[in-house]
């Protein structure tokens, strides 16, 4: 496809247009990529992309945002001339001008050629650095492997020079130690650099990165942004960045682009499309991202101190109270002496990385881990570490929500069968009552009454979550515990979990302990915040306190390395 | 993969998603050899459930009965080797052997996957010690255990079963066992545990439905080796017993006037043919039809 000739010289798209005015080569070899029109289909020939035209600018980063299944990875892999299994081309086209090279039009090329193309003209760099690198091969021959694949240099010395450079550019070491390493051997951060370092390599025109932080801790985030603003800047490339966190486009892209089903409804600089959105998308998109700050409303009413909260009394003893809780896995000393209260109606955050013992700490207090030692109260009576040996009364008090809606639910059991199953347990009601009991769960979770009877598959990933939710309400809990609920999810959904929870909370004066990741939500659903860090708590009180004094250098690190829009 | 739906109301129900897979059966038939392998398995069922009706009228004899001189070419398919009508005695010879098989195929079904998914659910020493006591049945060649048994045991139907079932227990147990570790790191597996529901509940409700596709493969697998080691153990002499009408014993009767009457020996080996042709074909269809819906998400 050729028909779309390039337009004027130095049509730059003007502020607040809504599409980017096509933009040829013809000024100075500044747009390096454009996508014209395209359109892709799947085989049963339902339309995935809608008509996409974007430009992508030397030097110049730009970020494409939406929700899971808008079609933004889809578009991006077009632009290497890939579609996934079960997708056709129908229309439009790719066009790359590289730096003093012919016009070339990616739809035109073969096999062959689309292979000379990807890695060397247009490289891509995948999301999770741990299943795309080989872990079966040195991490300096993999990079060498690209150079080799595109008989880059004239020389093995050449070539080996060349990867000792691309590490030190993205700030690794180079000595031959380092590149005789195997991926395992690297950290999470720096095998994503390893992944940069192999995209660089080929000095290509134009970078695709999909998604590449997604998985990686704020901190480490934080450095692998820096290293990629870093190198698109230093060899002038341009860069196509997947992402749907909206707060890293913020602080990396010059340009952002939201997608939603297969369109592309906003376009614009990201001081503009960020701060003042034009299309409603783009602005329900950015009310739904929580603040560090915690003044925007997302999912409902703005967060207020609960008022379930009874005064304190200093005699009673706390609903829940976790005493000296320690766990070690051989060597690993997962968790290291965790005390933890929660009193009525109060929500505390348990927030930490992968890896800090957040997960198992919120286990050993549902009962599913047995092996710890310390004590789990709830008021004064003591639990027994498992479930199974804990009285239905008190199984009932506590109820832990998992952070997959994919795998907490049955696949082959309705809705309806899968919440039925706390109540066979606890024996609480009648068998001839359950079903009134799961409806008016389903009703609390605002899924409804019609859900009972259809299976997990039909449902989106939200409304499973809504559906585990219910699960753990059905047997009137004191304690919910919620395990990174939100983290699977998409923001606008994750912004409405955030509402639902916070109401179930003022309506049943339930007591919460949120176990997340993600700092920026402390201000939208807790009271207190309890920071973990290999296997300990270094900060501890009431979210204003924590924030505004943070007392370990994990804390002030943290929120320094936060994203934010 | 469900399609997601973006909800603009925080508070609103999220509006309705539909994703349903076509049933497994339907994918069956969508594929050719899916197609193939019913066809083939429906007409031997058939033959062998309505044939014993079928046989006196059809032919005018039962099959017991002296109908002509041995291996002579009167009625439609001539006689046997002690005169009886090769066509009564093929349309009454089937039935036997698809009961026996798939009772065979049941037992070993049911204890083979008990014992995998209890070993894989329980893991420790359990698990060890299923699993050794399997190697050790797995390392004797069915056949020879079969044979070992009729002969301690002597040629009964019942003992034709629980000796078949139980060499076939130890394969479906491995399937069994490895299909449930695909799973049991799932979390509604974990969320049975928290709400205490019983053990054998949960092995047999949040696990065995989830594992049902590798399973059904096994089964129509283990249903064509069932048959043909039926067959042969008649062919031998210990399966079913003169005078009982049977596919594979007629193929023993038969054989040393192949060159005169073949048709007493063809027409049982036919049918067998094409049963285990058929249920083989089915099998893989199955297998591919439930490949696609364990990936979910």
Redesign the interface.
Known sequence: MTTAPPAAPGAAPAPGAAQPAPAGPADGADVVLRIDDLRIATTGDAEILHGISLSLRRGQLLGLVGESGSGKTTAGLACLGHFRAGLKHTGGSVTIWPRGGERIVVQELGEDALRQLRGARVAYIPQDPALSLNPAMRVGEQIREVLDVHRWGDSDAAREARVAEVLADVGLPSDRDYRRRWPHQLSGGQQQRIGIAMAFAMFPDVLILDEPTTGLDVSTQAHVLDTIRDMTRRNDVAGLYITHDLAVVAELADRVAVMLRGMLVEEGPVERVLHHPEHDYTKRLLEAVPDLAGRKAIGGDPYRDSPARIADDATAPPLLAARNIRLSYGEAQILDGIDLTLEPGECTMLLGESGSGKTTLSRCVAGLIDDYTGTVALESAQLAPSTRKRTAEQRSAIQYVFQSPFSSLNPRRTIGESLTVPLETSQRVPKARRRRVVEEALDAVRLGRSFFDRRPGDLSGGERQRAAIARALVNSPRVLVCDEVTSALDVSVQASIIGLLRRLREENGLAMLFVTHNITLARHIADNLAILNRGRIVDYGPVDDVFAHPTHAYTKALLADIPTL | ????????D?????P??????PGVLRRVWAQSEGRVGIVLTAVVVVLAVFGPLLAAPLTGYTPYQFADRPFAHSGVFGTDNLGRSVLARFLDGGRLLLLYSVLATALGMVVGGALGMLAAYARGWLDSVIMRLNDIVLAIPQLVFALLAITVLGPKGWVLVVVIGLTHAPRIARVARSATLRVIN???I????????PRWRIIG??IL??I?GPLSVEAGLRLTYSIGAIASLSFLGLGMQPPTADWGLMINENRIALSVQPWGVLLSVFAIAVLTIGTNLLADAIARATAQTTV??
Do not use: C, F, W
């Open positions: 993969m469900s399609t997601h739906i973006l909800t603009s925080p508070t609103g129900a999220p309705r998603t539909s994703s349903k897979p799932e979390d509604y974990r969320a049975a545990e928290m709400y205490s529901v409700r949040e439905p989830n049902a979910e998400e």
